[in-house]
């Protein structure tokens, strides 16, 4: 954005000229029409989103929109479903068309900019969801200073700002259907790879996500040992293996995603490991959609309520231990 800004627009930016072909030239001299991929990830886009839109109206619900974990969880939910416009939706439309950076370079490199910074807002609103329950489950009162009330808003401004960062500070990434995928690179011009290097972003998905997944292992041992209090010690056992296997799943697909976008913009891959980062970054925003459904009682039954197969239940707590854990476990 700051480019924009110091050059007066994109095509004015000297590393992102495309005046040397028209965008139907560079289509055919560097683009791969991918029409099934393309229908297949606008489809799954567009799916994860309808599914998500209940579930934000069950969040904000006065009764689950009280606990500090809800404002989160709904904020998480809102970005996830901005970023797979980009990463799915924009996307698909793009391979569809076979298109490059030179093909639609304004409507890219926008994208780019809001999907660069929609993912790295997202990393530190999972890691704020995982602090709010960690500190809740081994620090109330630490827990009660940062998140009572409207606290918990305040606390998300850090991930907003951080995002902005992004956006407009760092270089944006840009779609090459030919690989399926957003480089920073917009493989305009041959040997200045090194020239579009964003290493903000390499510390964030190095350390930031391998940070989270640390505080996730912390959490899942934290819980295991309160879940040894309760009554019943199969029930316990049971409740904290699926935690710890749901964290684990969202760890492992943030974090191997993360280190294959690195890697990819430093050094030559395979083209089936480009892909798999480029899904695994699509199942990072589109996955909590399946969890929440599958594990989270509070936002299931609310989302079956809400599309009119269930009834609701009269003075319906929220605040039973194994919901709370569940919204705990289940989040981005």
């Known amino acids: 954005m700051n480019n924009i800004i110091k050059y007066g627009s994109i095509a004015a930016i000297p590393l992102y000229n495309c005046s040397a072909h028209t965008p139907e030239e560079w289509s055919e001299r560097d683009g791969v029409k991918r029409p099934i991929a393309g229908i297949i990830e606008m489809a799954y886009g567009i799916t994860i989103n309808l599914i998500y ?9 006065k009764e689950q929109f009280k606990m500090s974990c809800f404002k989160i969880m709904s904020f998480l939910t809102l970005i996830d479903i901005l970023a797979l416009s980009v990463n799915s939706i924009i996307t698909g439309f793009l391979s569809y068309h076979g298109a490059v950076y030179c093909t639609y370079p304004n409507l890219i490199y926008i994208a780019g900019m809001a999907g660069l910074g929609l993912w790295c807002c997202s990393c530190i609103i999972a890691m704020s969801l995982v602090t709010n329950r960690l500190l809740d489950l081994l620090c109330p009162s630490v827990g009660a200073f940062f998140f009572d009330g ?14 902005l960062y992004f956006v407009f500070f760092t270089t944006p990434i840009a779609f090459s259907s030919k690989y399926m995928t957003w480089f920073f690179d917009p493989l305009i011009f041959e040997g200045k790879t090194q020239e579009y290097a964003n290493f903000p972003h390499f510390f964030n998905n190095i ?8 505080l996730y292992v912390i959490f899942c041992c934290a819980l ?42 430093f050094i030559e891959v395979p083209f089936w490991l480009i892909v798999l980062g480029h899904v695994l970054w699509e ?50």
């Not at 989270?296 to 194994?322: H, M, Y």
């Open 53 to 61: 839109i209940p579930m934000i109206g069950v969040m904000i619900e």
């Open 150 to 163: 409207n606290r918990t808003f305040l606390v998300l401004t850090l991930p907003i700002i951080y995002g």
């Open 207 to 214: 350390l930031v996500v391998f940070f989270t997944c640390c």
């Open 224 to 265: 295991g040992a309160k879940l040894k209090n309760v009554d019943g010690v199969s029930a316990a056992q049971k409740a904290s293996k699926q935690i710890f296997f749901q964290s684990a799943m969202i760890c492992a697909v943030n974090q191997i995603a993360s280190v294959i976008y690195v890697s990819m913009n």
């Open 283 to 332: 199942m990072g925003h589109g996955a909590p959609a399946v969890i929440y459904l599958n594990f989270n009682k509070t936002i299931r039954n609310g989302v079956l309520r809400k599309i009119g197969i269930k009834k609701a239940k009269v003075n319906q707590s929220t605040n039973q231990p194994s919901g709370k854990i569940t919204n705990v476990s289940t989040a981005n």
